[in-house]
Structures are given as C-alpha cells and as structure tokens.
C-alpha cells in the first residue's frame, strides 16, 4: 500500500511540476507577444511624430527662405504663422530674433513681448544658437529647457540670411509636453502612459499626470530620430494577466481527471488569441502604410538578408520607375553615393540615422536620404530609407557658388590692375639688371679680352634676374587665374612680406611705408593663400587710399599677427587715414558700400565672405587718435 501512495505521489508531484512549467512558459510567450506589440506601436508612433516634426521643419525653413529673400511681409508672416499653429499646436510661438537677441516679429500677435520671453530659452543659450547657426548657416535645436512656468520647452532656430548679412534667426518654441497630445494617435496615447525623458533618464513630460504603479509594466524607451539632442519616446504599458495561465491554474483539478480536455481547451485558447494577434498587427501594418502613403517623400523598405523589396510607398512609386524584374541592389546602383553605403556598419545598430545628398545619375536630380536598420512586422531586420527631392535647393547653392566665384576673380583682376604700376616696376628691376651683365659681357667680347672665367658671373647673374623676373609673373599668373580653393598649412610672415612688395610703390618714389609686427613663434593659418593675399591687398590698397591726403612721412601702414583667443589667429591692418563716420560704419560690410567715386563697393563685401568661409570673422575698429583698423581671424593649421 506503502509502494502504491509513493508511485501516486510522486505522479502527482511530476504533474504539479509539469503544470507549473507550462504557465511559466505561457506567462513568458504572452509577454514577449504583448512587448512585440508594443515595439510595433511604439515605430508607428515615432515615425508619426517624426512626420510631422520634419513637415513643420519644412514650414520654417520656407518661411525663412522667403523672408530672407524679402518676399513676405509681417502680415504675411503673422497669418501664416498663425494658421500652421493651429494645426500644429505643440508650437507655441515664432520669433524673428534679431543678432542682437532682440525680438522683431513674434506671432500669434495675441501674447505679449512679455509672454514670449517667458517661454524663450535661457539668454545664453539663445546666444549659442544664433551663433551656431550664423557659422554653419543650418538650422538647429536648442537645448532642453525650462520655462517659468516650470514645463520642458525645447526650441528650433533657422537661421535669416541674404547674401551678404546675417538677419538673426526664425526661431519655434515648441513644447515637448504637446508632444502626446498633439503629434500621436489618441488610440496611442490612451493605451500607453507616453513620457518624454532626457539621456539622465529624467522626465519632461508625460501624456498622464495619474500616479505610475512601481511594478506590473512594460516599459521600453526609443531614440527620436531627429537631433533631439538625446531625448527619448518612453512609453509605457500594463502587463495583463496571461488568460491561459488562470485558465489553466483553475482547471487544475479538472486536468487530474481529464488531460485530453484540458489540452483540447488549451489549444483553442492558445488559436484564438493568436488569431487576435494576427488581426491587430494586420490593423497596425495598415496604419503604418496610410502614414507612409501620405509623406511626400519616397519611402522604400528593403530586407536586409536577401536585398528583396518589402514596401514602397506612393510617392515613391510616382517618383521612380522599377522594372518588375529588377533587384533593390540595381536600383540603389542608380545613385551616387550609393544609398547602402549609409547603413551603420555594426548590423545590430536599429538606433541611428544616417542623412546624406545623393544625386541620380540617370535624371541628374539630388535627393535629401535618412537610412536606418528596423525591425520588419515579421520580426526581420529591415533597412528603411526616405528620399525627399532637393534638386532645387542644390542649384540654388550651385548658381550662388559660381557667382561668388567669378566676383571674387573680378575683384582680383581689379586689385591686379590697381596694382600695374608696382608690377612695372618689379619686373623692370630684373630687365634692368639683366640688360647690363650682358652689356658688360658683349664689351669684353668686342675687346677680346673676355674669358670663361671674366664673364660666367655675369652671365650666372643675368639668369638669376631672368628666373626672379619669371616668378613674378607667375605670382601674378597665379592671383588672377581661376580655380578651386585649395587650403593648406600656411606661414603668415612670408604671405605678408609678398603682399607689402606686391603693393608698395615705386622704390624711387616712396609713397608710404609698413610696419610689420608678427608674433615670435606665430604658428601656420590653415587657408587658401591667394584668397588671403586678396584680402590682404584690398586692405592694405584702403589704408594707401585714406591716407592720400597726409604727408608722404606720415603715410604709416601696420600689419600685425598674433594668437587670439579660441585656437585662432587675428591679423589686423592699420592707417592714419581720415577714418569711417559711423554712419557708413553700420553698413561697411554691405554690398555696393564704398566713399569712391569710381568704386563698385564690393571689395569689402568679398573679404568678409572669404574670411567667413575660412571659418573666421571680420571685424572695424576706429584707429586712436586717427584712422581705421580692420581684423580678421583664421584657424590655425592642426599641425601647426
């Protein structure tokens, strides 16, 4: 009887442990289902999010463009603006900021000045922004922030810029706690508990002010694909209880009786739910599609094993014409670079986003291209990339570069030909020189009292002269031809002793004189030579100019170099002149500026341009007790 109770025993204990098994394993396969879920919803989200971010993006920057261009007027700019906040209502106001910092245009012209700088980031962070943007011409996002009204703000600047000054910067406060309400599905945000957090992990906004329990959730956290700087899409669900595994822990009793039964209702339960399943992933692959169909941007999905085209949305197939036949890897050979080529390298990289130009070669237009790796519906990885048209954009910049070009020649070709009588001069020295050792030579030879030894110096002499002329010609060959700016490690005192013996007068009829202070040890500019030379030459040529009216001894020019501050060298050029008044001060910079009568008023224009595209800045002085200072900074060479 003993041996009887033991074997039912010990069947007992192995069908309680084989139960317990089974609910451990449907209580970890209804989880991992309901975290699948949650990661598909969570990628329709961000990417709705970011639809509508980079649409409103899209709106500033035209906005900009215009303004920039002087084609909208404030009750323009206050309209529009006030229609895009309306159907963008996580923006809370745009406002034109001046260099300055000052506030020119806001809208909606219902706040008050005073209710804008509420909301605006901190002073110093504004200053960075209109700095950022004014060196690199981009837009860009502040840092978060928070206002007095104790929510996290985060702001946009475009910047405002014409061809030759910088307007400030368009900048959009947008509130990161609008983002739940305002950019995602209701369904979203009723079904999960959305936050916004920083890379610290703290939380600037929430979609639910209600009390989070500590425990019984599903969380999981993704990166906004924007430059965001570092904020993430948390979003959060309750875990619900696996149906099966109560199921089963209530029909335990009826398994001690009947196994078949209970499996039979198992599978059943199991079939049902997975069918459920199937319909909502089915649901949310539909939305997913109904967002992408409506982008005006080309969106392609590829499998990232076998290179097999998975989706392409409508634009896309508006835009590009597939042969049935043909493979992804021919339609990406299409382009150059080849999209494939901005994949992160490291396969298990679902995180970044990389963004390049590329141009198709076939139809000569460039497109604006994000890729990044994704998890497909079926759980593959998949390489997602968006293609938005900026073949316009691109040949605005390449008209505006040409044009640049031939002005800055023309203003070399001018300076060359302001220049003419120092070039006669210079050359005429090594003629000169040259016409007497042969002079010298041929009377020795008529004497015939000339040997090897008696005329080799002179000849060796006159074809030193020779050689020295020929640099000087190819000095001024290379300042005024056309090409490509090529930058490099250069030594300042050696640019300007070229430059003071390129612009002095006659050596016979001195008309002025430099003062050259260099600091010992200078280290190398990383420039293009001859756009510095230019720079240097319009400079010294203003100085020459303002100084016509004094005494040929007080006609003083100074040149100075030496190590400023953030890693850069300042050079500056000084005179005696009659000065700037402040009036013509504010707009020295400007095109068409000038106090000549036969002047165009671009030369200064240009050098600031140079200097800008050097990475540098220029700046007016007034010279005590008289004249005028201009400076300028350049990097330093990295090896320096």
């Known amino acids: 009887m003993k041996s009887r109770f033991s074997i039912h025993e010990a069947i007992l204990i192995a069908f309680l442990v084989g139960i317990s098994l089974l609910m451990a394993l449907l209580y970890r396969h209804e989880t991992e289902l309901q975290r699948n879920d949650l990661t598909r919803d969570i990628s329709v989200a961000e990417q709705l999010l970011t639809t509508q971010l980079e649409a409103d ?3 500033l920057e035209q906005i900009a463009r215009e303004k920039s261009e002087g084609a909208l007027s404030r009750e323009q700019f206050e309209t529009r603006v006030a229609k895009r906040l309306l159907e963008s209502p996580h923006i809370l106001a745009v406002i034109w900021t001046q260099p300055s910092q000052a506030l020119y245009w806001a809208a909606p012209n219902t706040r008050s000045a005073s209710d804008f700088q509420s909301l605006r980031a ?18 860009t996002y502040s840092e978060p922030y928070t206002a007095t009204d104790g929510k996290s703000y985060i702001e946009y600047a475009v910047p405002l810029a014409t061809e030759t000054a910088f307007l400030g910067t368009l900048n959009a406060v947008i509130a990161i706690s609008a983002f739940s309400r305002a950019l995602l599905p209701p369904w979203f945000v009723n079904k999960y508990d959305v936050a916004i957090v920083n890379s610290d992990g703290a939380t600037l906004a929430r979609s639910d002010d209600r009390p989070r329990q500590s425990s019984g959730y599903l969380s999981q956290r993704q990166n906004l694909s924007l430059p965001w700087k570092r904020l993430q899409l948390e979003v959060t669900a309750q875990k619900r209880g696996s149906v099966l595994a109560g199921v089963t822990l209530g029909s335990t009793i009826l398994l001690l009786t009947s196994m078949i039964a209970w499996s039979l209702y198992s599978l059943r339960k199991e ?9 909502k992933a089915l649901q949310i692959n539909e939305r997913f599609e109904t967002v992408l169909d409506s982008l005006n941007v080309a969106v392609y999905v590829s499998d990232e094993i076998t290179g097999a085209l998975l989706y392409v949305n409508q634009h896309f197939r508006e835009t590009f014409t597939l042969a049935p036949d043909m493979q992804i890897a021919a339609f990406e050979g299409q382009f150059a670079p080849n999209p494939n080529s901005l994949l992160p390298a490291n396969v298990g990289d679902f995180e970044t986003v990389n963004k390049s130009e590329i141009e198709h070669l076939s139809s000569k237009r460039w497109f604006i291209t994000r890729v990044r790796r994704v998890r497909w519906v079926d759980g593959s990885a998949a390489q997602l990339h968006t293609m938005g048209d900026v073949t316009d954009r691109v040949d605005a910049e390449r008209v505006k570069r040409a044009q640049q070009e031939r002005l800055m020649l023309t203003s070399r070709l001018m300076t060359a030909g302001e220049m003419a009588s120092t070039l006669a001069h210079e050359i005429n020295q090594p003629l000169a020189a040259i016409t007497n050792y042969l002079n010298g030579c041929m009377q020795r ?13 002179a000849i060796e002499k006159a074809s030193q002269q020779a050689e020295r002329a020929g640099k000087i010609i190819h000095r001024v060959r290379e300042f005024v031809r056309t090409r490509d700016p090529q930058r ?14 390129f612009s002095e007068p006659d050596a016979s009829k001195p008309q002025h004189s430099f003062a050259i202070n260099i600091a010992p040890d200078l280290p190398n500019v990383f420039a293009d030579r001859i ?10 040529r203003n100085a020459r100019e303002a100084m016509a009216e004094r005494a040929v001894g007080e006609r003083l020019v100074t040149l100075t170099a030496a190590v400023g501050a953030d890693n850069m060298i300042v050079v500056s050029v000084s005179d005696r ?10 707009n020295l910079f400007s095109p068409f500026t000038t106090t000549k009568s036969d002047g165009m008023g671009m030369g200064l224009s240009i050098c600031r341009s140079i200097i800008e595209y050097h990475e540098g800045q220029m700046r007016f002085q007034p010279n005590v007790p008289q004249g005028a200072i201009f400076e300028f900074t350049l990097p330093i060479a990295e090896n320096a």
Do not use: K
């Open 57 to 59: 993006q899209s709106f």
């Open 122 to 139: 901190p002073f110093a962070e504004q200053a960075r922004l209109l700095r950022l943007t004014q060196s690199t011409n981009r837009p």
């Open 271 to 279: 079939g049902t739910r997975r069918t459920r399943s199937e319909q």
């Open 445 to 457: 030879l008529r004497a015939d009292s000339a040997t090897v030894a008696s005329i080799a110096p």
């Open 488 to 501: 490099e490690s250069i030594a300042l005192p050696s640019l300007i002793a070229d430059v003071t013996r």
């Open 531 to 540: 756009m510095i030379e230019q720079v240097l030459l319009n400079l010294v």
């Open 577 to 586: 002149g009659h000065g700037i008044s402040p009036e013509l001060a504010q």
